[in-house]
C-alpha cells in the first residue's frame, strides 16, 4: 500500500505580515512554512506506515524553493 500526501507552502502570519496596496497578501515578502494540516497528515501517513509498512510518498505542486520544505519533511 501507499499512501501520497500533498503538501504546500504557505505565508507565515506568525511573524511580518506584509499586505499590497490592494489589499492582498504580499507573499514574495514573506517567510513560509508548511501549511499545519499537511503536517497533521504527513503525521497520521507515518504512523499507518509504522503500523502497516506502507509507503510514503509527500508531493508539491510549489515553486522550486519548495524543494527545502520537502528535504524538511524527509528529514
Known amino acids: 500500500m501507499k499512501v501520497i500526501v500533498c503538501v504546500k507552502q504557505v ?4 511573524g511580518k505580515v506584509a499586505v499590497k496596496p490592494d489589499g492582498t497578501l504580499d507573499r ?3 517567510a513560509t512554512i508548511i501549511n499545519p494540516d499537511d503536517k497533521n497528515a504527513i503525521e497520521a ?3 499507518l506506515k509504522d503500523e502497516t509498512g ?3 510518498i509527500v508531493v508539491t505542486m510549489g515553486p522550486p524553493p519548495a524543494e527545502g520544505m520537502l528535504r524538511e ?3
Not at 11 to 14: A, K, L
Open 45 to 47: 501517513a507515518l504512523t
Open 54 to 56: 506502507c509507503k510514503v
Open 28 to 30: 514574495a515578502s514573506m
Open 11 to 14: 505565508p507565515d502570519t506568525s
Open 73 to 75: 519533511i524527509l528529514a
